[in-house]
C-alpha cells in the first residue's frame, strides 16, 4: 500500500497532538495535516486533500469533518466520545458513503480487555460484576466510553455491572472490572501509561481502513480482519 496523506483534526489536543508526532516516523504516512480550531473552517469548506482523517476533538465538531470526508470520499477515523443519539445517527449516515473507524478506546489492551470481559461474563454467569474507571481530573464525560462499552462487553445475559468513575491527576485511562462469586473473584485490568498507546491504535486504524467499503468499523474489526 502506498504511504497515507493523513489528516488530524484536534491536532491540539492530548491525543491528536501525539497521533501527529508518532505520523511522522510512521512509515505508512507520508504527509500529516494538523487540523487546530483554526483551520477547521477552511477544512470543512473545500474538498479533503487526504486519504484518512483522524479526528480526537469533540462530539458537535466530529460529525461535521465526517460529512466533509463524506463529499470527498475519504476514509474517517474518529476517538471522539460521548456523542448524543442524533450525533451517532449522523456518523452512521457518514458511514453509508465512506468507511467509518469508530472506537472509544483505540488500544489493543483495552480490546482485549473487552474479549476477556466477554468471556469471563459467560463462564461466570450469576456473580456479580462492577467497574471502576479512572480518568484525569477535567475529562468531561462520566463514565467514559471505554467503560460503558466494557460494561456492555460484560454484562453477558444480565444487566450491565454498574460503573464507577473517578477523575483525579493526569491519568490517561484505567479500567477495572471485578466478578465476585462466593468466597472468590476475578479482576481484569488494564491501564494506559501513555496517550501514545491511543495515537498509536487509531494509525493503526488508519492504516487499516482506506480501501474498504463503506461501513461502520470498530476494533474488533481490525483486530479480527485481515
Not at 461535521?64 to 452512521?92: K, P
Not at 460484576?129 to 467503560?147: C, L
Amino acid at each position: 500500500m502506498n504511504p497515507l496523506r493523513l489528516a488530524v483534526c484536534g491536532a491540539e489536543g492530548r491525543v491528536g497532538s501525539r497521533v501527529c508526532a508518532l505520523a511522522e516516523a510512521d512509515a505508512r504516512v507520508r504527509s500529516v495535516a494538523r487540523i487546530g480550531r483554526a483551520d477547521a473552517a477552511a477544512f470543512l469548506k473545500g474538498p479533503v486533500q487526504a486519504d484518512a482523517v483522524i479526528d480526537f476533538s469533540r462530539p458537535e465538531a466530529t460529525v461535521r469533518f465526517a460529512h466533509a470526508c463524506a463529499r470527498s470520499r475519504v476514509a474517517f477515523v474518529t476517538g471522539v466520545t460521548a456523542l448524543s443519539a442524533s450525533q451517532r445517527a449522523r456518523l452512521a449516515a457518514a458511514a453509508r458513503r465512506i468507511p467509518v473507524f469508530a472506537a472509544p478506546n483505540f488500544s489493543r489492551g483495552a480490546a482485549a480487555l473487552e474479549r476477556l470481559a466477554r468471556a469471563a461474563a459467560e463462564i461466570l454467569a450469576g456473580w456479580d460484576a462492577a467497574i471502576v474507571e479512572t480518568h484525569r481530573a477535567g475529562k468531561r464525560d462520566a463514565p467514559s466510553g471505554t467503560a460503558l462499552s466494557l460494561s456492555h462487553a460484560a454484562a453477558g445475559a444480565g444487566a450491565p455491572p454498574p460503573i464507577s468513575s473517578l477523575r483525579v491527576g493526569t491519568v490517561p485511562g484505567d479500567h477495572a472490572l471485578t466478578f465476585a462469586g462466593a468466597d472468590e473473584r476475578v479482576e481484569l485490568v488494564h491501564r494506559a501509561e501513555s496517550r501514545d498507546a491511543f495515537a498509536r491504535g487509531a494509525l493503526d486504524a488508519a492504516a487499516w481502513i482506506v480501501g474498504r467499503k463503506a461501513g461502520l468499523y470498530s476494533m474488533v474489526d481490525l483486530l479480527e480482519r485481515p
